[in-house]
């Protein structure tokens, strides 16, 4: 789902962890560095694949994931700095602008965040059999099944109204 370091960019901006300047200056640096940040993006994609679906099995992430999410971490904390920012100390990013790995930084942060929070997220896998995405549950009576009702819950509406409807 990210083919290119521009759909990477897009994204980040949809997710609002780039301005639109930002986005527009990263979409500027050399294709080699551009590439070395989309590899960084996807191998930061497969280990919180990977430690997410464990998380919903209800299992802990493997120690070689734990020392990797620690790498990311450590690699954050050198790009931010404390701010002092309407009244209190807030952490802020450095310019990232200058360094293509800047959406896997922002990436990284906020999966770090969620994993760290003191209430655990309400994480869930698609029921779908043919999908394999996660999402977070908000739903008030925490029931959600389907990461999209427009895509798989409408499909699987759909399957079982056929099944029912076959005779």
């Not at 997220?121 to 996660?134: F, G, H, I, V």
Request: proline share 4%.
């Amino acid at each position: 789902m990210l083919p290119t370091y521009a759909d990477l960019i897009r994204f980040c901006r949809q997710a609002g962890l780039l301005t639109q300047v930002e986005a527009a200056r990263l979409g500027a640096l050399s294709a080699a560095s551009q590439e070395k940040g989309l590899r960084s993006a996807i191998e930061l994609r497969e280990l919180l694949a990977r430690v997410f679906y464990r998380w919903v099995d209800g299992r802990p992430p493997s120690m070689e994931d734990r020392i990797a999410l620690e790498w990311w971490s450590a690699a954050c904390a050198q790009h931010r700095e404390l701010r002092w920012e309407d009244g209190h100390l807030a952490w802020g990013w450095r310019t990232l602008t200058g360094d293509a790995e800047a959406p896997a930084m922002l990436l990284a942060e906020q999966a770090l965040d969620l994993l760290l929070a003191h209430e655990p997220p309400r994480l869930r896998a698609c029921a779908s059999n043919t999908c394999r995405w996660l999402f977070l549950d908000t739903s008030k009576n925490r029931t959600r099944r389907w990461c999209d009702m427009k895509t798989c819950g409408n499909r699987a509406k759909a399957r079982r109204y056929s099944a029912a409807h076959q005779n």
